[in-house]
């Protein structure tokens, strides 16, 4: 634990045992200047501290065009090991960066229009906009349950005619 310090920063690491392990696109620093404080959890599904199930990505998105992102079982995420992530059962963190630094080139984020994950949001199609070179932090320490299968998608919406370059990680829980 660092104590003193009052720089405004998030960073995520995936600690893995050995690099051979790790997935060959799997992103494995990322940077976020958005919030405060270091966030830790140990390994397990039983408290507000634990959590099971990491997954990241670095995603480039066509313009005027959506990507999904399926939390439910078969939703096709893959840890940093390149193992399949059964699903989450309940959200914990999600963190998204707008790589992209040309003014207008927003991305847009919340729950899918089909089994959309509504528990973050007010309604069943909000959007957040996330612009050039911000970053969104949704974080709730006792966890958003998904329905498997009718309330676990969420999605990534260009507008504008240009693809979008995003970093996008999740925390959760497998049961």
Request: hydrophobic share 35%.
């Amino acid at each position: 634990m660092v104590r003193g310090k009052t720089t405004l920063n998030i960073q995520w690491f995936e600690f893995l045992d050995a690099a051979e392990n790790k997935r060959a696109d799997a992103p494995v620093v990322h940077e976020l200047d958005a919030s405060r404080g270091v966030y830790e959890f140990s390994d397990g599904t039983d408290t507000s501290t634990k959590c099971d199930q990491i997954w990241s990505d670095r995603r480039s998105i066509n313009g005027a065009s959506t990507s999904t992102i399926d939390l439910g079982t078969g939703g096709g995420l893959l840890d940093s090991f390149g193992n399949s992530i059964t699903k989450f059962a309940e959200v914990v963190e999600i963190a998204i960066y707008n790589r992209n630094t040309t003014a207008g080139q927003l991305v847009q984020f919340g729950p899918h229009t089909t089994n959309g994950f509504l528990d973050p949001f007010d309604g069943t199609a909000p959007l957040v906009e996330i612009h050039p070179g911000g970053c969104l932090l949704l974080r709730n320490p006792q966890g958003w349950a998904t329905v498997d299968g009718s309330a676990d998608t969420l999605r990534l919406v260009v507008p504008g005619g240009t693809a979008i370059e995003v970093d996008i990680f999740l925390c959760g829980r497998s049961a």
